[in-house]
């Protein structure tokens, strides 16, 4: 691959949803990252360029900024969205890209929203990679695991 992909918006709403498509191949991949990502400037880290380009091999990597991070619409801190509105961020991404049903990969929180869409749209959903992630981000009773409440 030579140089950046083509950073290209979806829109959600009044939200415009930073995107790119790396790769070709029958089979789509939809990465669903963390909070913290930056479409362009992932590229620039020699370990996460070398994993996402490993991944467009396999076919068609969808990734995007999760609205409120790096080229997508920022959000007011009062107003972060629910899991549902991401969910339909997530939609929104991939009808622009023109992919029906993905193969979804979740990466840490990222997990959460991609768990969400498998079970609330199971037709767009191919297959279902989790990794580094868990069912809740903060413990509860029955669930000791997760980041203490005072993080």
């Given at each position: 691959?030579?140089?950046?992909p083509q950073t290209r918006y979806a829109k959600n709403g009044?939200?415009?949803?930073?995107?790119?498509?790396?790769?070709?191949?029958?089979?789509?991949?939809?990465?669903?990252?963390?909070?913290?990502?930056?479409?362009?400037?992932?590229?620039?880290?020699?370990?996460?360029?070398?994993?996402?380009?490993?991944?467009?091999?396999?076919?068609?990597?969808?990734?995007?900024?999760?609205?409120?991070?790096?080229?997508?619409?920022?959000?007011?801190?009062?107003?972060?969205?629910?899991?549902?509105?991401?969910?339909?961020?997530?939609?929104?991404?991939?009808?622009?890209?023109?992919?029906?049903?993905?193969?979804?990969?979740?990466?840490?929180?990222?997990?959460?929203?991609?768990?969400?869409?498998?079970a609330s749209h199971p037709e767009r959903c191919r297959a279902?990679?989790?990794?580094?992630?868990?069912?809740?981000l903060s413990p509860t009773e029955g669930y000791p695991w997760?980041?203490?409440?005072?993080?």
């Amino acid at each position: 691959m030579n140089g950046l992909p083509q950073t290209r918006y979806a829109k959600n709403g009044d939200v415009h949803l930073a995107y790119q498509v790396v790769g070709d191949g029958p089979l789509d991949l939809l990465l669903i990252e963390s909070w913290v990502h930056h479409v362009e400037l992932v590229w620039e880290l020699p370990d996460w360029a070398r994993q996402l380009r490993r991944l467009s091999a396999i076919g068609r990597l969808i990734m995007f900024d999760r609205r409120g991070t790096g080229l997508s619409d920022p959000v007011p801190l009062d107003r972060l969205p629910d899991l549902e509105t991401q969910v339909a961020d997530v939609c929104a991404v991939m009808d622009a890209a023109g992919c029906k049903q993905a193969a979804i990969l979740g990466f840490h929180d990222g997990g959460l929203q991609a768990l969400l869409l498998v079970a609330s749209h199971p037709e767009r959903c191919r297959a279902l990679v989790l990794f580094n992630t868990a069912a809740r981000l903060s413990p509860t009773e029955g669930y000791p695991w997760g980041a203490p409440e005072e993080f």
